[in-house]
T-cell receptor
Framework: GAGVSQTPSNKVTEKGKYVELRCDPI?????LYWYRQSLGQGPEFLIYFQGTGAADDSGLPNDRFFAVRPEGSVSTLKIQRTERGDSAVYLC??????????????????FGPGTRLTVL | GENVEQHPSTLSVQEGDSAVIKCTYS??????FPWYKQELGKGPQLIIDIRSNVGEKKDQRIAVTLNKTAKHFSLHITETQPEDSAVYFC????????????FGRGTSLIVHP
C-alpha cells in the first residue's frame, strides 16, 4: 500500500518568507509526527498529533513554527519568517496508534522521504 | 531529557565482514530502543527494536544487545552486503504514552564489494 508522502520534496526560499510543508500519512493511521533532521544529525522531534489535536508540541523551536491537522489526516507544517538556520530536512511519520497501551508494532512509526528546505 | 550517543560516526567494512554500532543513553527510565536504517533521499526505516525486559534480539543477519545497567546497546550486522550501506540510527524512548524516540547522530556504514 501507499506509504507516507511529503510535498514538496525540495523547497528553496528566501530569508523572511513563509513556507508550508505537507504530509500525507498512511491511510488509517491516527498518529502523525513531524521531525527535523539537520545535516549529519539524527531526526529531532517537533510535534505529534493524535487525531486532529496536537498532543505534544514541545519540540517546536519557537513560535515561528506551527502545524495543523484539521481533519485528522493530512498535516501541514508552517514556518513563518524563515531563517537560514531553518534549513534542514523535515520528516513526517505516522503510526497506527500512539500510546503505551498498544503494542510496539502498533506504535511503529513509518517515515516519509522528507522535504529538504533551503533558506537562502 | 534523554541524550543518546552513537559511535562510530563512520564505519567502513569489506563485504562479508561484521559491523558493530554502539550507543549509550542517559535516561534510566528509557525502555524501548529501536534501530533505523536511512538510505539516501529516504526517511528512516525501522529494522529492529528491543525492549528493556530482554538482553538480546536477533533477526536473520541483524542482532541487538542491551545492557540496562551500563545504559548501552549495540547493533550487530553479520555477513554484510553492499546493500547494507546506509546511515543507521539508534534511538531510545521512555514510557509515557507516545514512544517518541530520541535519536543518536547516526553511523554511516559503507560496505565495499
Amino acid at each position: 500500500g501507499a506509504g507516507v508522502s511529503q510535498t514538496p520534496s525540495n523547497k528553496v526560499t528566501e530569508k523572511g518568507k513563509y513556507v508550508e510543508l505537507r504530509c500525507d500519512p498512511i491511510s488509517g493511521h491516527t498518529a502523525l509526527y513531524w521531525y527535523r533532521q539537520s545535516l549529519g544529525q539524527g531526526p529531532e522531534f517537533l510535534i505529534y498529533f493524535q487525531g486532529t489535536g496536537a498532543a505534544d508540541d514541545s519540540g517546536l523551536p519557537n513560535d515561528r513554527f506551527f502545524a495543523v491537522r484539521p481533519e485528522g489526516s493530512v498535516s501541514t507544517l508552517k514556518i513563518q519568517r524563515t531563517e537560514r538556520g531553518d534549513s534542514a530536512v523535515y520528516l513526517c511519520a505516522s503510526s497506527l496508534i500512539v500510546g503505551g497501551g498498544g503494542t510496539a508494532k502498533e506504535n511503529e512509526q513509518f517515515f516519509g522521504p522528507g522535504t529538504r528546505l533551503t533558506v537562502l | 531529557g534523554e541524550n543518546v550517543e552513537q559511535h562510530p560516526s563512520t564505519l567502513s567494512v569489506q563485504e562479508g565482514d561484521s559491523a558493530v554500532i554502539k550507543c549509550t543513553y542517559s535516561d534510566s527510565a528509557s525502555n524501548y530502543f529501536p534501530w533505523y536504517k536511512q538510505e539516501l533521499g529516504k526517511g528512516p526505516q525501522l529494522i529492529i527494536d528491543i525492549r528493556s525486559n530482554v538482553g538480546e534480539k536477533k533477526d536473520q543477519r541483524i542482532a541487538v544487545t542491551l545492557n540496562k545497567t551500563a545504559k548501552h546497546f549495540s547493533l550487530h550486522i553479520t555477513e554484510t552486503q553492499p546493500e547494507d550501506s546506509a546511515v543507521y540510527f539508534c534511538a531510545a524512548s521512555r514510557p509515557g504514552g507516545s514512544y517518541i524516540p530520541t535519536f543518536g547522530r547516526g553511523t554511516s556504514l559503507i560496505v565495499h564489494p
